[in-house]
């Protein structure tokens, strides 16, 4: 386009810029990217993917005991994090590889280097380069917070750190009670580390329904997880080779590593925003309008940055659509409602739709279905482990509402029922579909009783 340089300038390589890159790319647009870390950004990088491969790697430690009851011996299992390290590695970087390719291979240019804004269609590089483009981007995601008031807060590491550990603490300390959080904390667990959570809330996982929040907590508890809710760190402090930790009930105690998992803040600090007339949020994320377009007509954002909903396929839908409406001649738009959501929490959860709370606040009459059984794996491993499944329906319509699953598998189970919701299943639908026996998932079509608990 006469004038500028490029078409599309995005800045930050993740999944959100890529895809915008790519996409815009393939409609003819001269498309530059911009990365100064990694391509692949956190879910790739740092983020879901390598946490995947770890949750994999802890589950082993109780799929081995369950081998005892199905006729096997286990006696010469070991297990070396530093080995696990090395295969994770490998494979991010066979990603960040694949994901430089498929850039390149739509037409998009990559450059290695930081960007920021310099105007509302100029970038400057770190190297000291201006160029223009028609349109900006910004696709720079977040970063893990921790809070720089906390006396000793540089003693901590966050989910980035976590990943490429030396070595296994005996005993480690997650502060948060979010995804990531839980998370780590079945990861650090199933590899032998001793696991403290401290969260500041009265319960893990605010904004998921209850019932799953409790069963999840409770299933913690029983993989030897210490849960200590309502309490926070209010001082760390270095002791030998590890840390002591200090509550604000004023209670301390010792680990070889503590890990803030308080959520993530967007990543917006130097990049020239401010300069250009860009609005942020309170809590410093991009506004923009329902096609990514923020206050300055030739910049977008999608993805983490955002603040809508920090979830990779979400930024991945935001970086399409922004291609396909800018350059592509459409008119799309995302929707952010009935995401689909799984959390590698062991058990894992997935969940779909609205929580009971919430159903209950919107609609005047609210059905809900639930059951809690023991797997059938379990009749013979011996686990003491109980899946629960949840179901919440317009008691006027017969519409499901919301779909909450707390068990294995369910974050598989979690993305077919987004499209049973989406299509506006009714819980007759849900009835009448036959049951696939012997399953777990047969469950969510053989449950009659309304729960009157």
């Given at each position: 386009?006469s004038?500028?340089?490029?078409?599309?300038?995005?800045?930050?390589?993740?999944?959100?810029?890529?895809?915008?890159?790519?996409?815009?790319?393939?409609?003819?647009?001269?498309?530059?990217?911009?990365?100064?870390?990694?391509?692949?950004?956190?879910?790739?990088?740092?983020?879901c993917?390598?946490?995947?491969?770890?949750?994999?790697?802890?589950?082993?430690?109780?799929?081995?005991?369950?081998?005892?009851g199905?006729?096997?011996?286990?006696?010469?299992?070991?297990?070396?994090?530093?080995?696990?390290?090395?295969?994770?590695?490998?494979?991010?970087?066979?990603?960040?590889?694949?994901?430089?390719?498929?850039?390149?291979?739509?037409?998009?240019?990559?450059?290695?280097?930081?960007?920021?804004?310099?105007?509302?269609?100029?970038?400057?590089?770190?190297?000291?380069?201006?160029?223009?483009?028609?349109?900006?981007?910004?696709?720079?995601?977040?970063?893990?917070?921790?809070?720089?008031?906390?006396?000793?807060?540089?003693?901590a590491?966050?989910?980035?750190?976590?990943?490429?550990?030396?070595?296994?603490p005996?005993?480690?300390?997650?502060?948060?009670?979010?995804?990531?959080?839980?998370e780590?904390?079945?990861?650090?667990?199933?590899?032998?580390?001793?696991?403290?959570?401290?969260?500041?809330?009265?319960?893990?996982?605010?904004?998921?329904?209850?019932?799953?929040?409790?069963?999840?907590?409770?299933?913690m508890?029983?993989?030897?997880?210490?849960?200590?809710?309502?309490?926070?760190?209010?001082?760390?402090?270095?002791?030998?080779t590890?840390?002591?930790?200090?509550?604000?009930?004023?209670?301390?105690?010792?680990?070889?590593?503590?890990?803030?998992?308080?959520?993530?803040?967007?990543?917006?600090?130097?990049?020239?925003?401010?300069?250009?007339?860009?609005?942020?949020?309170?809590?410093?994320?991009?506004?923009?309008?329902?096609?990514?377009?923020?206050?300055?007509?030739?910049?977008?954002?999608?993805?983490?940055?955002?603040?809508?909903?920090?979830?990779?396929?979400?930024?991945?839908?935001?970086?399409?659509?922004?291609?396909?409406?800018?350059?592509?001649?459409?008119?799309?738009?995302?929707?952010?409602?009935?995401?689909?959501t799984?959390?590698?929490?062991?058990p894992?959860?997935?969940?779909?739709?609205?929580?009971?709370a919430?159903?209950?606040?919107?609609?005047?009459?609210?059905?809900?279905?639930?059951?809690?059984?023991?797997?059938?794996?379990?009749?013979?491993?011996?686990?003491?482990?109980?899946?629960?499944?949840?179901?919440?329906?317009?008691?006027?319509?017969?519409?499901?509402?919301?779909?909450?699953?707390?068990?294995?598998?369910?974050?598989?189970?979690?993305?077919?029922?987004?499209?049973?919701?989406?299509?506006?299943?009714?819980?007759?639908?849900?009835?009448?579909?036959?049951?696939?026996?012997?399953?777990?998932?047969?469950?969510?079509?053989?449950?009659?009783?309304?729960?009157?608990?």
């Open positions: 386009m004038g500028f340089e490029y078409d599309l300038f995005v800045i930050g390589a993740g999944s959100g810029g890529v895809r915008a890159a790519r996409i815009a790319a393939r409609y003819g647009a001269k498309v530059a990217v911009a990365e100064e870390y990694r391509v692949g950004g956190t879910c790739v990088i740092r983020g993917v390598p946490k995947k491969l770890f949750v994999y790697a802890s589950k082993f430690a109780e799929e081995f005991e369950d081998a005892i199905f006729g096997w011996t286990t006696d010469k299992v070991s297990f070396d994090w530093a080995t696990l390290v090395e295969n994770k590695d490998k494979e991010i970087d066979r990603l960040n590889k694949a994901y430089i390719r498929n850039l390149e291979g739509a037409g998009a240019e990559l450059i290695l280097d930081r960007a920021t804004v310099e105007d509302a269609n100029t970038v400057r590089l770190a190297s000291g380069r201006k160029v223009t483009a028609r349109y900006i981007l910004v696709a720079t995601g977040a970063t893990p917070f921790v809070p720089r008031h906390l006396p000793g807060h540089e003693l590491i966050t989910s980035n750190e976590a990943f490429h550990l030396e070595r296994l005996s005993r480690i300390v997650i502060v948060g009670g979010g995804y990531i959080a839980v780590f904390a079945g990861i650090f667990s199933g590899l032998g580390v001793e696991t403290v959570l401290v969260c500041r809330g009265a319960q893990i996982l605010r904004g998921f329904d209850d019932d799953i929040r409790n069963h999840l907590a409770g299933e508890k029983k993989k030897g997880i210490e849960l200590r809710t309502q309490a926070d760190v209010s001082a760390i402090e270095r002791s030998g590890g840390v002591r930790v200090t509550l604000n009930d004023g209670t301390g105690f010792g680990a070889g590593q503590i890990m803030f998992a308080t959520g993530r803040i967007p990543n917006v600090m130097d990049l020239g925003l401010d300069k250009v007339g860009v609005e942020l949020t309170p809590h410093y994320a991009i506004k923009v309008d329902e096609y990514s377009r923020t206050a300055v007509p030739t910049i977008y954002a999608v993805g983490d940055v955002t603040n809508r909903a920090n979830l990779t396929p979400v930024a991945i839908r935001e970086g399409h659509a922004f291609a396909d409406t800018v350059f592509g001649g459409k008119d799309v738009k995302v929707d952010h409602s009935l995401i689909p799984a959390v590698f929490s062991q894992e959860i997935g969940t779909v739709g609205l929580t009971e919430q159903a209950r606040e919107s609609f005047r009459a609210v059905d809900i279905y639930k059951t809690s059984f023991r797997p059938m794996k379990h009749t013979l491993s011996g686990r003491d482990e109980r899946m629960l499944m949840k179901l919440v329906v317009d008691g006027e319509t017969d519409r499901v509402l919301g779909c909450h699953i707390c068990g294995t598998d369910a974050g598989e189970m979690a993305q077919l029922l987004g499209i049973s919701l989406r299509l506006g299943a009714k819980k007759s639908d849900f009835d009448a579909t036959m049951a696939v026996h012997p399953t777990a998932a047969e469950e969510l079509v053989t449950m009659r009783e309304k729960w009157t608990g």
